[in-house]
């Protein structure tokens, strides 16, 4: 089956530092989404992007879809993004099967 | 619009005992996945339904099921209870079936078997 890895596994910063994580999949997808989970366990959507590039405020992301890679960079960090990032793909093939990564667990201290 | 919702957000059960959980997609949205994440194994696919019929199922043994009503709403039920299904049941939404769609994630429920 398809592979998703993320990297890195954990990552600590200090407030207002920039970060990137990594998503890599084993196949073509047709969806690729990431997420935030909270410390509560409810994963908020932040990027809808099984291609292209899209910004949010201080978030933005890129996948490549031919290199089978997608990036979440997130500008001036805030402790209030601290908590785990999730990388998840669909298959091309007609399902609302999502297959996530192990997650990055990012750390941002004041 | 209301988000995905999910009860009860935490249960408690023994081991041997069933549970039913129950999710409510956001209005209009008409495809109901099911997932479950633990420490060890992540988070992994259930199942998925729409309009009122499986679509897909994730490995799992035959205690796990669910089902989806008219009105979109989904229960996922688990029986003869054991020690590792303790874990973050999450529902999610999207407005039709098709691997494209994005996915809404609601709370979850927070399942503990002792």
């Known amino acids: 089956g398809i592979q998703v890895e993320q990297s890195p596994p954990d990552l600590i910063l200090q407030e207002g530092a920039n970060s990137t994580l990594r998503c890599n999949f084993s196949?073509?997808?047709?969806?690729l989404q990431w997420f935030h989970q909270n410390p509560w366990g409810q994963l908020i959507n932040l990027f809808y992007?099984?291609?292209g590039t899209k910004q949010n405020g201080r978030l933005s992301a890129t996948t490549v879809a031919t290199e089978r890679y997608s990036l979440l960079y997130i500008s001036s960090s805030q402790t209030t993004d601290s908590g785990v990032y999730f990388c998840a793909v669909a298959l091309s093939g007609g399902y609302n099967k999502l297959i996530f990564g192990a997650g990055t667990r990012l750390a941002v201290h004041p | 619009k209301a988000g995905v919702t999910q009860t009860p957000r935490y249960l408690i059960k023994t081991r041997g005992q069933q549970v039913t959980l129950s999710c409510s997609p956001i209005s209009g949205h008409r495809s109901v996945s099911w997932y479950q994440q633990t420490p060890g194994q992540g988070l992994q696919f259930l199942f998925e339904?729409?309009?009122?019929?499986?679509?897909n199922k994730g490995n799992f043994p035959g205690r796990f099921s669910g089902r989806q009503f008219s009105n979109s709403r989904s229960e996922m039920n688990v029986s003869t209870l054991e020690l590792g299904d303790s874990a973050l049941y999450l529902c999610?939404?999207?407005?039709?079936?098709?691997?494209?769609?994005?996915?809404?994630f609601g709370p979850g429920t927070r399942l503990t078997v002792l």
């Open positions: 999610a939404s999207s407005p039709l079936a098709g691997s494209y769609n994005e996915q809404f």
């Open positions: 196949d073509s997808v047709n969806n």
């Open positions: 339904y729409f309009s009122e019929t499986q679509r």
């Open positions: 992007i099984p291609s």
